[in-house]
Each structure stands twice: as structure tokens, then as C-alpha cells.
């Protein structure tokens, strides 16, 4: 069983920052992949980023690429998500979720995660 929180979610203007945290609990942080999902009003869930236990292999969707950065600190149970130059198309809901399939590397599909967080809206105003 594992439990994740979200939060950092707000309001920015385009150009702007937010860091996203999740905090984790339940199963051994260090024993199982992390991901960042966002799903906008009236569209799927889409993938964003995701990373192994120890932070060695990251992976992000295009639009992101070069503006986000995923990492994870397990001696605190924690999952961030930098998100910089942000734009209005990166407005939604943000969760974190737990693979508990994977250790050495880490998926971009939705269905391979088995824990989810109740999600951080994060808005971005033009």
C-alpha cells in the first residue's frame, strides 16, 4: 500500500515557475518507480514525466522536454516536479503516481501505475 500527497499547485502567469512535491508513504520509497501524469478539462490523462528509484533514468514527454524536471529525494520520501517557462497549454490538474512494477526504469503509461494521488491543479495564466 502506498499513499501520495500532492502540493505546490497554483496560479502563474506564462514565463513562470512552480515546483510540484509528493510526498509518499506506505511501501519503501526507494523500491518503486515515480511518475507525473496531468489530465486538462475535457482531455485524457496524459503522461508528463517519470523516474527510477534512484533518480539514474528520467523520461519526459515532448512538450516538456527542457522546461520540467523531475527528481526524487528517498531519504525523504519525496517526488518533485521543477516546472519552468510555463505555458497556458501546462494548465490542469497534476497528480504524482507509483509504479510498483518497476525499480530500474519507469513507464509512460498510464495503466502500468498502481497508486495515485488526489492531483494539484496548476494554472497558467496568459
Known amino acids: 500500500q502506498v499513499q501520495l500527497v500532492e502540493s505546490g499547485g497554483g496560479l502563474v502567469q506564462a514565463g513562470g515557475s512552480l515546483r510540484l512535491s509528493c510526498v509518499a508513504s506506505?511501501?519503501?520509497?526507494?523500491?518503486?518507480?515515480m511518475g507525473w501524469f496531468r489530465q486538462a478539462p475535457g482531455k485524457e490523462r496524459e503522461f508528463v514525466a517519470a523516474?527510477?528509484?534512484?533518480?539514474?533514468?528520467?523520461y519526459y514527454a515532448d512538450s516538456v522536454k527542457g522546461r520540467f524536471t523531475i527528481s526524487r529525494g528517498n531519504s525523504k520520501n519525496i517526488l518533485l516536479l521543477q516546472m519552468n517557462t510555463l505555458k497556458p497549454e501546462d494548465t490542469a490538474v497534476y497528480y504524482c503516481?507509483?509504479?510498483?512494477?518497476?525499480?530500474?526504469?519507469?513507464?509512460?503509461?498510464?495503466?502500468?501505475?498502481?497508486?495515485w494521488g488526489q492531483g494539484t491543479q496548476v494554472t497558467v495564466s496568459s
Open positions: 523516474i527510477s528509484w534512484n533518480n539514474a533514468n528520467t
Open positions: 503516481a507509483a509504479d510498483l512494477g518497476a525499480v530500474t526504469f519507469a513507464t509512460m503509461t498510464a495503466s502500468d501505475y498502481d497508486y
Open positions: 506506505g511501501r519503501t520509497f526507494s523500491s518503486y518507480a
